[in-house]
């Protein structure tokens, strides 16, 4: 194979290695000479070196799982190799352990925050793709658990969900109802009147309390005492537990969490309650958002009454890879959610941790809209006019037509009450028929009003189809048979005249025909009626479907809007506290009018989605019980769900392409190491043993150079990173405490002064000291400790930011540069001989190779330390409060432990009076102790360093002098036996391990092939594992000999005579000379290998052995045993099969 080019010398400062023309370089003999310094080809790792520069994450996570294939078909010739001694494949099997140990991806931790009411829950099963999930408690006393949601990787189908609720140790909760008696009982040893005041510490602590112990009455709770509650059976056997939980369906895993979150307002059945005991919720689920390694936390703050619970919350947040923030859309721009909702406090922790570009907003509600209020509001009514115009078009017609559905009932109701007139009257002719029939003399009906219609009113209005009836008819129309058997059992009067059958059969058919007639006319009424209210139906489709796209228009509207101010919002809150710390920096060259970063920027890139989880959950035929309409949203697009869904997968790409890409570029350096191990046999050097001396000694020096220079790199880096904390850190330190000092007694005061000055309730005061100063009550949280250092905090996030975010990465890209420098310099003279030679040009290219993994490896080192520093630091600036907390813990104390008259007067002297003590020393102890913990951080930062460069130092050494000098671990001795056919087997293997990453080869093919047990050695890109029972080492007296062999390929005879001669020779040759870990070889072992071993007629020792019987016979061989007093090895050798 033609040498691989290196890259220019522009590129990596080396020159190109020279290229021998394929025509005119000997050609590689069946047998070669053992003194030729031809070397096994070798493959290049393109298309691993492709594959680290890839950008996709999902291409680099293809490629860590080929890599781990890689690994595992190498681990099988080392494994079996491993227990003798006087190889090295215990060290590269080690190597392999280390890097399938880096192949894990880690995890991106995506905290979601937000105030009672924002809807953090909805949004997040709607990002899940569940109806419900997250457990909820509806009590005002619960303070809710962190809830942790990642991704279920469990096959098993009956834990489709899973769930794990981790209560609280025993210390824990001994130590939180401690705290809750003091605020329940009151100074007489009783239960406070106060407990019956949800919203009152007292009813606050006799609900959790109440919760856990249902059975408690308030004597039992007075009487008790927090150790004797802590230690009840009950209680004791839950504490410090993890209760595990599974399902196959989203609803059964919310039941059973319930079970445990939920409180039960109407405890009946005086039943034990959890929710105060736990400490942390953790759900796993198969929701495709996670699927790439994002972790969801639900967090409820970090002011949890609960030392514990507020533990694992400020853990997670200082853990947060991302950090999600919720709000109602209503008030997210109307609060200025963005600048002023999230509080100074928690921005200026977002600059101390440099996490502002960690922030995602998200606006929950934004199906809660009021079209009208919206369209004025945005001025949008220019778009929606015309849509407006029709709407009401559409009203009127609807108007119209309802006006006209009523006037045809009206009208149909007046042919009804026609109908029945006729009716009546027909019947009526009909029995003057039947009575003239039988003989009686009949007249017509009179016009008395008939007693058997009794309407109470008329329809009203003109009917324009209304039945026209005779007035001579209507006379009689209303009459009925009381007054007909009246009028015919009176005697004849002389005016009225007798009815004829004539007559009367004329009048029944004229009723006949007008009650036809009606009936026609209702029928028409009927259809009028149906028309009116299709076309009704038809135009309220119509203005529905306007207003559903005034009211898309307007959502959309809001939410640009919203995205919008809120993004400036953002930008705008960073950029007071900006020129906040630059006035008071130095206020002489402050220039309000000079932008201390770009803020436009910092608005453009902060994600915002404004998000309708109602509306999403509808869409995807959810929430069947709620009567919800999702007019305005068209698509599950619309509700903005699937693109928070996709940035939630997005978080995790930039770890997941960097752990995916250390890890490649890692393999790829043990991968080039190993090939040119075993490409180096010890039998194919041209050097003599002079100038191998010559050369080790050369190259050695200029190791120890490399190595020193290594070291000054180290000090160096380390030098700027303190300069950078003193400038930045420590001094700020001395030049903001006195203003600390300062203002600690006015701090102090304040918390005791009137209400309307912002001082506090005497019960919320006393409720604050008991928990150490930090207290979330009704009128929000407080923290004492943090208020009494904001005058440094403040000052410092500025300069704090401006060390960890600029100083000390610029430092670490400074030793990223430099070492890379000295990589080159030592690259281009430790090779320079052998490029003045013309040999081992396969070896000088993998030399090449590895430079660059090398300088790869080096360019992540600061990433890697960047990680470190952010993650020690985020401790860091956390340390000042808690030591402001050990010193104010005295008079905590002091002021809980006040009773009686005058107390909350003493408990105000008491802590004014120990401020005034202590504020000169306190934050002098604040500021040295994390000052303490960053020269720390230093210290682990050099370790670190030195840590990566030394085992940097230690493969380059390994590398160059393997193939520049010929040594190894082994240094100038020679290479035994064993070594050498380990190096054999593996050579092809490490040959043919490119492959895996090529796109053009299936990584099935590979499978298959092995599976299918057959080895064509690299036959359209196909390759196996050796089978264990190919490998011929056979261990006998618990010690030797595991297989080192692959299974041979064809060949020529010539060939396999060649290999069975020196088999024989290795059998004698152990014969004669007792060697103690010596293993035979099996002719298959040389089958394997591109070309021939060299010279086995040199021992262990370099001596040559003259008792090798070279005559070529493929005869099978037992080998023979030792003596007693040495350890005994069964060599077989078995002849190689004819072909």
């Known amino acids: 194979m033609a040498p691989v080019k290196p890259e220019p010398m522009d590129g990596l400062g080396y020159p190109p290695i020279p290229y021998q023309n394929p025509r005119t370089r000997p050609e590689p003999r069946p047998t070669p000479d053992p003194a030729s310094d031809v070397e096994p080809k070798s493959e290049s790792t393109s298309h691993l070196q492709e594959l680290v520069s890839a950008m996709s994450p999902e291409a680099l996570e293809e490629g860590v799982r080929a890599g781990l294939r890689v690994l595992k078909s190498l681990k099988g010739p080392l494994d079996a190799a491993a227990p003798l001694s006087n190889t090295q494949a215990s060290d590269w099997l080690e190597c392999i352990q280390r890097l399938e140990g880096r192949s894990k991806p880690s995890r991106t931790i995506v905290g979601v925050v937000g105030n009672t009411g924002a809807g953090k829950s909805s949004v997040i099963s709607a990002v899940l793709d569940e109806e419900r999930l997250l457990p909820t408690n509806c009590m005002r006393a619960c303070t809710a658990s962190p809830t942790e949601i990642s991704f279920n990787h469990s096959e098993d189908p009956r834990e489709l969900y899973r769930a794990e609720v981790e209560f609280l140790a025993h210390e824990d909760w001994l130590k939180e109802l401690q705290g809750l008696f003091t605020d329940l009982i009151d100074g007489t040893g009783q239960v406070s009147r106060e407990c019956s005041n949800e919203d009152s510490e007292a009813g606050i602590a006799f609900a959790k309390i109440k919760a856990v112990y249902p059975k408690k009455t308030k004597e039992m709770i007075a009487e008790s005492t927090p150790e004797k509650l802590a230690n009840e059976f009950a209680v004791r056997r839950v504490l410090g537990t993890v209760k595990k939980l599974q399902a196959t369906d989203a609803a059964s895993i919310y039941r059973q969490l319930q079970t445990y979150v939920d409180s039960k307002e109407k405890n009946n059945e005086r039943m034990m ?76 922790q977002l600059k101390y941790d440099g996490t502002y570009s960690a922030v995602t907003f998200i606006c929950s509600k934004t199906d809660d809209i009021s079209v009208t209020e919206a369209a004025e509001s945005l001025d949008i009514e220019d778009q929606v006019g015309e849509s407006w115009t029709k709407i009401r078009g559409f009203e009127n017609d609807i108007q119209k037509l309802k006006s006209r559905q009523a006037d045809l009932r009206d009208e149909k109701e007046a042919c009804d009450e026609l109908a029945e007139g006729i009716d009546q009257a027909f019947d009526e002719w009909e029995d003057l028929m039947n009575k003239l029939s039988e003989g009686e003399i009949v007249y017509a009906p009179s016009d008395t009003p008939s007693k058997k219609r009794k309407r109470t009113s008329k329809p009203s209005g003109c009917r324009k189809n209304r039945v026209s009836i005779d007035s001579d008819d209507s006379d009689f129309l209303d009459s009925g048979d009381d007054a007909s058997n009246k009028e015919n059992s009176q005697p004849a009067d002389e005016n009225r005249q007798p009815l004829t059958e004539d007559e009367i059969e004329r009048k029944l058919a004229t009723l006949k025909a007008e009650k036809k007639e009606l009936r026609d006319n209702k029928k028409e009424v009927t259809r009028q009626i149906i028309e009116a209210r299709i076309e009704i139906k038809q135009i309220i489709a119509k203005k529905d479907t306007l207003l559903a796209e005034v009211k898309a228009i307007c959502i959309k509207g809001r939410n640009e809007y919203s995205r919008r101010a809120i993004k400036h919002d953002f930008a705008m809150g960073i950029k007071e506290l900006d020129q906040e710390n630059a006035a008071e920096e130095d206020e002489a060259t402050f220039d309000p009018e000079v932008d201390i970063r770009d803020y436009d920027e910092v608005a453009k890139t902060l994600p915002v989605f404004c998000v309708s989880s109602r509306a999403f959950q509808k869409l995807n035929g959810r929430l069947q019980r709620d009567d919800f309409k999702h007019d305005g949203f068209r698509t599950v697009d619309d509700t903005e769900i699937p693109q928070l869904q996709a940035h939630a997968r997005k978080l995790t790409e930039a770890g997941r392409a960097a752990d995916s890409r250390a890890f490649l570029n890692d393999l790829m350096q043990l991968l080039n190491s190993m090939k040119m191990w075993a490409a180096n046999d010890g039998t194919r050097s041209n050097l003599s043993d002079g100038e191998k001396r010559a050369e080790d000694i050369r190259l050695r020096r200029r190791l120890h150079k490399f190595e020193e220079e290594l070291d000054k790199a180290v000090i160096h880096c380390v030098g700027s990173i303190k300069d950078a904390l003193t400038d930045n850190v420590y001094d700020q330190f001395d030049t903001y405490i006195p203003t600390a000092v300062e203002a600690a007694l006015p701090t102090t005061m304040g918390w005791g002064a009137h209400r309307d000055m912002g001082g506090l309730l005497w019960a919320t005061y006393k409720a604050t000291c008991r928990r150490n100063g930090v207290y979330s009550g009704a009128s929000g949280p407080r923290d004492f400790n943090a208020e ?107 002021c809980t432990n006040e009773r009686g008259p005058g107390s909350f007067k003493r408990m105000k002297d008491d802590m004014a009076r120990h401020v005034e003590t202590n504020r000169a020393t306190m934050f ?43 040594s190894d671990a082994s240094a100038m001795q020679g290479l035994s036996r064993a070594e050498r056919m380990l190096r054999q087997e593996m050579a092809p293997m490490l040959d043919r391990a490119d492959l895996y990453f090529s796109e053009d080869v299936k990584m099935e093919e590979f499978e298959s ?56 020779a290795a059998v ?7 060697d103690d870990d010596a293993v035979a070889a099996s002719p298959s072992i040389y089958d394997s290998m591109d070309e021939s071993v060299g010279d086995e007629n040199v021992d262990d020792d370099g001596v040559d052995d003259e008792n090798v019987d070279d005559d070529g016979a493929k005869d099978s061989y037992e080998g023979a045993s030792m003596d007693e007093d040495d350890e005994e090895y069964n060599l077989k050798v078995k002849a190689v099969p004819e072909h």
Request: proline share 3%; aromatic share 6%.
């Open 273 to 348: 309650e959890f929710w105060p005991l736990i400490k942390v919720v953790r759900i796993f689920t198969k929701a495709s958002a996670l699927a790439t390694g994002a972790c969801l936390v639900d967090l409820p703050g970090v002011q949890d009454s609960n030392a514990a619970r507020a533990a694992v919350a400020a853990n997670y947040m200082k853990a947060c890879t991302g950090l999600w923030i919720v709000a109602p859309i209503t008030r997210a721009v109307d609060d200025k959610t963005a600048k002023s909702l999230l509080g100074d406090s928690f921005r200026r």
């Open 788 to 894: 009494l250092f904001e005058p440094i905090s403040k000052h410092l996030a500025g300069n704090w930011e401006r060390a960890f975010q600029r100083r000390l990465p610029a430092a670490l890209d400074g030793l990223s540069r430099s070492v890379n420098s000295l990589l080159n310099s030592f690259h281009r003279e430790a090779t320079a001989k052998a490029l003045e030679r013309g040999t081992n040009f396969n070896s000088l290219n993998i030399l090449g190779q590895q430079l660059q993994a090398h300088i790869q490896r080096v360019t992540g080192v600061p990433a890697m330390i960047r990680a470190m520093i952010q993650e020690l630091q985020r401790d860091a600036n956390r340390m000042f409060t808690p030591v402001i907390e050990e010193k104010m813990i005295p008079a905590y104390d002091e």
């Open 924 to 966: 002098r102890e604040a500021t040295g102790a994390v000052q303490g913990q960053l020269e720390q951080m230093c210290t682990q930062i050099e370790e670190a360093m030195s840590t990566e460069l030394q085992d940097l130092y230690a493969r380059v050494a390994r590398d160059y002098l393997a193939v520049l000098v010929g």
């Open 1009 to 1064: 092939n092995e599976d299918a047990g057959v080895d064509e050695g690299i036959v359209a890109g196909k390759s196996r594992e050796p089978s264990s029972d190919e490998h011929l080492f056979v261990k006998s007296d618990e010690r030797a000999a595991q297989n080192v062999a692959i299974k041979p390929e064809s060949r020529e005879r010539e060939e396999a005579k060649e290999a069975t001669s020196e088999a024989e």
């Open 1068 to 1074: 004698k040759q152990e014969a004669h000379t007792g």
